[in-house]
């Protein structure tokens, strides 16, 4: 049977309530949303906090809204709630791809956006689709709410720029006409974490690529980025073999590692297809020809 | 620390230690067993219960999580005038072999027909995807829900749940 080790346990009727607590409970305290990585850890003892903040409570953060030319989800909105959302999938319909396979329904009504991130599990679906998309993230602390870009949040496999008495309030996605985005997961399985996964968002101008934003889950691209790749799509024609070319430096630059999921030239194999794949995806939503 | 849990309708106040699980809750504090336990990693899904309506594996939620909340576990689902339609419909099409899956893709099944009254076998799938049947059961478990679905449709009541 596995069962957490001891800890004492507090809830959080407000931000301002949660950031109060985790200065009080000091380094050893972490916040719990839907608790479906947090838990899991602690029953294995891999993580050991001697105090929970459940935020579950904080309404205010479950909202999906379009405001000022952004798309802002709060920070506790469930995988399911993103997944249904018809603003956010209206906008951005790699939200539905990606969330589609991201673990299983049941997984889904629980798991948040902001604990997808702060996990920051190098396999984290939502860290590509919001690198993609150069989202924003907003974190408040003591001295108020400070912006990071989503592509400088990830310091390291399991470690963001979120500090011990902070929390991620909101991620922004700014809206812009002309765009279409996609993302492509391979898995072994109905709800297993990828294989790997490439998502990307276009924006068109004629038929040359105006912006892009590539993102990768799982092949130990640095920051979920494929920052050459991008480089080399902005300003040429969108053309199959610019994409098939964009997929081939994506997958050069990356580095996978073998595990029990598949040997490393075969995920090296799979970024660069799924990026082509995306992008040719994105490319058709951005024509206005595939919803 | 004391908590107040509302579980197939009936008010619970009990005190628990944080680090108890829901499933442990229920089994162990209330007696309701009918909610199995099994991988303990979230990953079978036996210990599905339903949360506040949805779906929520119960081995990956803290009993303390549902304070002030709503569970319906599958002893909740039998009304006054009998079994809920879509244990019916499981018993009727052989949805069970050995029934270690059964009370998860029960409550699995009730909230998919609560919300979509109409599911495709492919929409079935995909509601059950994150649960396992050891017994390799899955499609007369398909066929069971597209039957308590017919039924329902039939008997006129768009969501087949039993009025008790
Ligand atoms: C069986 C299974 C399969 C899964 N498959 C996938 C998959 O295929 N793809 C995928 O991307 N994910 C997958 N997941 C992970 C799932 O998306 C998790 O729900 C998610 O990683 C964590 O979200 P949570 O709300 O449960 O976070 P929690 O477990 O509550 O928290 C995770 C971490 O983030 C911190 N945190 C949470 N919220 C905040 C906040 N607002 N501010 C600061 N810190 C915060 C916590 O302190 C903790 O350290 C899977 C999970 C399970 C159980
Ligand atoms: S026991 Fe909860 S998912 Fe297996
Ligand atoms: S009936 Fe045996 S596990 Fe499903």
Sequence with gaps: MQVPAQFEYERATSVAHAVALLQRYGPESRLLAGGHSLIPMMKLRLANPETLIDINGLDELRTISLEGGELRLGALVRHAELMASAVAGEHFPMFRDAERVIADPVV??????????????????????????????????????????????????????????????????????????????????????????????????GERVADVGLGLTAVGADHFGAPQAEEFLRGAPATEENFAEAGRIAAEHCRPVADQRGPEDYKRHLAGELTARSLRRAAARARGREA | MQITVTVNGVEYTRDVEPRLLLVHFLRDELGLTGTHWGCDTSNCGVCVVLLDGLPAKSCTVLAVMADGHEVRTVEGLAGADGLDPVQQAFSDMHGLQCGFCTPGMLLTSRALLDRNPDPSPAEIREAISGQVCRCTGYENIVRAVRAAADRAAEAGTAAGTVTS
């Design chain 1, 108 to 205: 889904r009504n629980r798991g948040t956006v902001g604990g997808s991130l702060c996990q920051a599990d190098p396999n984290e679906d939502l860290s590509a689709v919001f690198t993609a998309l150069r989202a924003v993230a907003v974190i408040e602390g003591v001295d108020g709410r400070r912006t990071v870009p989503v592509r400088e949040f990830h310091v390291g496999p399991y470690q963001t720029v979120v500090g011990d008495t902070e929390i991620l309030v909101e991620i922004r996605v700014s809206v812009r006409p002309g765009g279409g985005s996609a993302y492509t997961k391979v898995e072994r399985r109905a709800g297993d974490w990828a294989v790997a996964a490439a998502g990307a968002a276009l924006w068109l101008e």
